[in-house]
């Protein structure tokens, strides 16, 4: 069964500094991968997806993330956060077959310091 | 641009009471979802629907959880007899055949008392 792992529970970086979000994966074929973002109160906004092709994938928002299939890792990046990037960012995988339900880490929440 | 849209936002229920948690999908997409997530805890599947009929579900989903698509846009999660530990944010999400991302509503607060 696939899993998730996001390892770093809370972040809190400067509004203008970098970030880098860690996620873990086990999954046994090639998997679908996803960055959804959530606000409190708010739903789930996809931030970027990967499924094939180019490892390096550019989402919304200036976010970008990196397939390396050798560290099961999908890792999401930004090089200079405002102060409104403040929410929760959920990795997910999504299953094989038509379904292709989807399986969360646990999530980061992130903090951004003016 | 298209949305998924879930009513009500907020639902408070005496336990034991049925539940009926209400989802417009995108019109055109096939794959409808019912996500959970306990507040601080991840989200979690809870069922996917396909073809007018239920093509997956998670142990989460037992006997008192049901979905319908009663009339071609609705698609609706029954809790049958509410315990307090059903309390959570219920998340909607369709999918259609070519795209390959869920979409998910802003989700339904369900609080159990």
């Known amino acids: 069964a696939q899993s998730v792992t996001q390892p770093d529970i809370h972040i809190t970086v400067s509004e203008g500094a970098s970030l880098e979000l860690r996620c873990n994966y086990s999954?046994?074929?090639?998997?679908?991968l996803f960055w959804y973002v959530q606000s409190p109160g708010q739903g789930l906004q996809l931030l970027l997806k990967y499924f094939s092709g180019d490892t390096l994938v550019q989402g919304i928002k200036g976010f970008e993330a990196e397939f390396k299939r050798s560290q099961s890792s999908f890792n999401l990046r930004k090089p200079s956060v405002p102060w409104s990037d403040a929410a929760e960012y959920f990795c997910?995988?999504?299953?094989?077959?038509?379904?292709?339900?989807?399986?969360f880490g646990s999530g980061t929440q992130l903090t951004v310091l003016p | 641009e298209p949305e998924v849209t879930q009513t009500p936002s907020h639902q408070v229920t005496q336990m034991g009471q049925e539940v009926i948690l209400r989802c417009v999908p995108i019109?055109?997409?096939?794959?409808f979802y019912w996500y959970r997530q306990i507040l601080g805890q991840k989200v979690e599947f809870l069922v996917s629907?396909?073809?007018?009929?239920?093509?997956?579900k998670s142990e989460i989903f037992d006997d008192q959880f049901s979905v319908e698509r009663p009339d071609g846009s609705n698609f609706t999660l029954k809790i049958r007899s509410t315990k307090l530990e059903d309390s959570a944010m219920y998340f909607c999400?369709?999918?259609?055949?070519?795209?390959?991302?869920?979409?998910f509503g802003q989700g339904t607060r369900l609080t159990v008392v």
């Open positions: 997910a995988v999504g299953a094989a077959g038509s379904a292709r339900q989807l399986t």
């Open positions: 019109s055109n997409h096939l794959y």
């Open positions: 999954y046994g074929a090639t998997p679908y």
């Open positions: 629907f396909y073809n007018n009929e239920i093509s997956e």
């Open positions: 999400a369709s999918r259609g055949r070519q795209n390959t991302e869920a979409f």
